[in-house]
């Protein structure tokens, strides 16, 4: 089940609930290592532009809470 805070956090960023996730994951510890599923290009595409996506400082609090 997916938060709202998560939905209204990739609204607001204009990004998707997933890459909203793996960005907080790879801010979250330098040391992290993902393998998320990629069943198509277009999805492989959307994971890499997670690693772009820079969270700010408020936000991390309040997926912090949240995921």
Do not use: F, K, Y
Request: aromatic share 2%.
């Amino acid at each position: 089940m997916q938060s709202s805070t998560l939905s209204e956090v990739a609204s607001s960023l204009d990004a998707t609930p997933t890459q909203v996730a793996l960005a907080w994951l790879l801010q979250r510890s330098p040391s992290i290592l993902l393998i998320p599923d990629t069943p198509s290009l277009e999805h492989l595409c959307e994971n890499m532009a997670a690693g772009l996506l820079v969270l700010p400082a408020d936000v991390l609090e309040q997926l912090d809470g949240t995921l």
